[in-house]
T-cell receptor
Framework: NAGVTQTPKFQVLKTGQSMTLQCAQD?????MSWYRQDPGMGLRLIHY???????DQGEVPNGYNVSRSTTEDFPLRLLSAAPSQTSVYFC?????????????FGPGTRLTVL | GQQLNQSPQSMFIQEGEDVSMNCTSS?????WLWYKQDPGEGPVLLIA?????ELTSNGRLTAQFGITRKDSFLNISASIPSDVGIYFC?????????????FGTGTRLTIIP
């Protein structure tokens, strides 16, 4: 199993550009989520999904869209990038999202918005 | 917003020293999780705690679920260079049956040669 994969690893955008951060998992996990990590802030939940076709907002959803058309993939879209979205983005997955399930994290995407 | 406070924010220790860090919350948690993030990587689960008062070990790591259910502690004995990284506590928050994980701000561990 490859686990949780994320692409790209690094990205530089100009303000106003759009892009999609890709996330895929091959563990047949129902629960997937996106976090952003900023210095001194820990990881903050952006959006999550409890299964294909179902998504919900996390703590900091503004400026981001998600969709879950398959169990394997959970892309994160930035419609109009802003410098405040400069961060490291992590995708994670777990079997069902329950508190006893281990969340597996991808290696992260480092995004810089100029 | 952020509900978990970790201390200290950073630690500079020498190899072989023991390490203690803690995580506190204003709310009760039924589960406490401790993750470690190596430089340039995503977090990896170290220890999970499910019962107040529970003490669980994973090698040189020992974590405790506070009896008030509002705090948790992580200890590392005889630190080695590969212990360097950021340690996060985390706990689930239920949202209409769906659980969302909230993370602490992290404790960054540096080992001085």
């Amino acid at each position: 199993n490859a686990g949780v994969t994320q692409t790209p690893k690094f990205q530089v955008l100009k303000t106003g550009q759009s892009m999609t951060l890709q996330c895929a998992q091959d563990m047949n996990h129902e629960y997937m989520s996106w976090y952003r990590q900023d210095p001194g802030m820990g990881l903050r939940l952006i959006h999550y999904s409890v299964g294909a076709g179902i998504t919900d907002q996390g703590e900091v959803p503004n400026g981001y869209n998600v969709s879950r058309s398959t169990t394997e993939d959970f892309p994160l879209r930035l419609l109009s990038a802003a410098p405040s979205q400069t961060s490291v983005y992590f995708c994670a997955s777990s079997y069902s999202g329950g508190s006893t399930d281990t969340q597996y994290f991808g290696p992260g995407t480092r995004l810089t918005v100029l | 917003g952020q509900q978990l406070n970790q201390s200290p924010q950073s630690m500079f220790i020498q190899e072989g020293e023991d390490v203690s860090m803690n995580c506190t919350s204003s709310s009760i948690f039924n589960t406490w999780l401790w993750y470690k993030q190596d430089p340039g990587e995503g977090p990896v689960l170290l220890i999970a705690l499910y019962k107040a008062g529970e003490l669980t070990s994973n090698g040189r790591l020992t974590a405790q679920f506070g009896i008030t259910r509002k705090d948790s502690f992580l200890n590392i004995s005889a630190s080695i260079p590969s212990d360097v990284g950021i340690y996060f506590c985390a706990g689930p928050i239920s949202n209409f049956g769906n659980e969302k994980l909230t993370f602490g701000t992290g404790t960054r561990l540096t080992i001085i040669p």
